[in-house]
């Protein structure tokens, strides 16, 4: 896992871009210090353990599917987008997005270095769930604060968003894809194509 700030900002956003879901009840702060515990246990298990890319991005897409909903996410990452866009082309995206998604933490997390998260304490939001604190620390470097915004879902917690010194991720994400699509004037299949091979 490469140390620096932005690269793990730069795959989380891919990780985390699920909106704030007011219609659901909140995750205990219990459950939700819990959920996130294992889930950067996960990561640093993948990121330690498996050596070959392809592995690695199945497992991240494995991860994504167990923790996130998908769905969600790619309908709040393309904003008035995804209004226009036909069901196969929403299908089409949501498809590239979880590649994507999983690609973006194998080429940008690299190899696991000693990294740490700490949870530090947690904060009921109400509806929009449980905001986790957290302390990421990396060989070398001064320690910062990532929060990360969990749910419930089908009686689950889920990640909805993750802020990492002050950013909301999940905003960030949405404003890149739509910056994509407008590039390629509005050429929604052209955008879910280059989708398809980033990350």
């Known amino acids: 896992m490469h140390s620096d700030r932005r690269q793990f900002l730069a795959a989380a956003a891919a990780f985390a871009a699920l909106p704030p879901i007011a219609a659901r009840a909140a ?3 219990s459950d939700a210090e819990a959920f996130v515990a294992q889930l950067v246990d ?3 298990d993948i990121l330690s353990r498996a050596t070959a890319q392809d592995t690695r991005v199945e497992e991240f897409l494995a991860l994504f599917r167990r923790t996130t909903a ?3 996410i790619g309908r709040f ?7 226009e866009m036909t ?4 299908e089409a995206f949501i498809e590239a997005f979880e590649r994507y998604a999983a690609r973006a933490y194998t ?3 690299g190899d696991y270095n000693g990294q740490t998260v700490t949870i530090t304490g947690s904060q009921d939001v109400g509806r929009r769930g ?3 604190r957290s302390v990421l620390r990396s060989p070398g470097e001064q320690p910062f604060e990532v929060e990360w915004l969990v749910n419930e879902k089908d009686g689950q917690p889920i990640l909805v968003d993750i802020v990492a010194e002050g950013v909301s991720l999940s905003i960030t994400q949405r404003e890149e894809f739509s910056g994509m699509v407008e590039r390629r004037g509005g050429d929604i299949d052209r955008f879910i ?3 398809d091979t980033l990350g």
């Open 27 to 29: 995750v205990s702060p």
């Open 42 to 44: 996960d990561l640093i």
């Open 70 to 72: 998908l769905a969600e």
């Open 77 to 83: 990452t393309m904003g008035r987008n995804w209004r």
């Open 87 to 90: 069901d196969a082309q929403r």
């Open 107 to 109: 080429n940008r997390l």
């Open 130 to 132: 449980v905001l986790v």
């Open 193 to 195: 194509a280059d989708l």
